[in-house]
Nanobody
């Protein structure tokens, strides 16, 4: 099993920055992919950023150039650096490890509990 814990959310003014962290624990020795999703009130969950081992990185169009996904394999930790935040970035942010993206492999996704990001003046 894998347990994910996000941190780093909070209240920030427009134009500010936050760095979210996602720490994975459990019976895994490697992580090959990690994604960040967000869900704003009344909206569907959307993929914000994705990292796949080998160098593939994808971003939601609206966050390109402002958000950066990264990770520390040795610490089993992923990060989402968010700069130039806008009110429309307000949401609960979730980290996710897609099924089959760990060693040993599991046949289902893992999700964190979410961390709230509020961008407001």
């Amino acid at each position: 099993q894998v347990h994910l814990v996000e941190s780093g959310g909070g209240l920030v003014q427009p134009g500010g920055s936050l760095r979210l962290s996602c720490v994975a624990s459990g019976s895994i020795s490697n992580i090959y992919a990690m994604t960040w999703y967000r869900q704003a009130p009344g909206k569907q969950r959307e993929l914000v950023a994705r990292f796949v081992s080998g160098g593939r990185i994808d971003y939601l169009d609206s966050v390109k150039g402002r958000f950066t996904i990264s990770g520390d394999t040795a610490k089993k930790t992923g990060y989402l650096q968010m700069n130039s935040l806008k009110p429309e970035d307000t949401a609960v942010y979730y980290c996710n490890i897609p099924k089959g993206s760990t060693y040993p492999r599991f046949g289902y996704d893992f999700w964190g509990q979410g961390t709230l990001v509020t961008v407001s003046s």
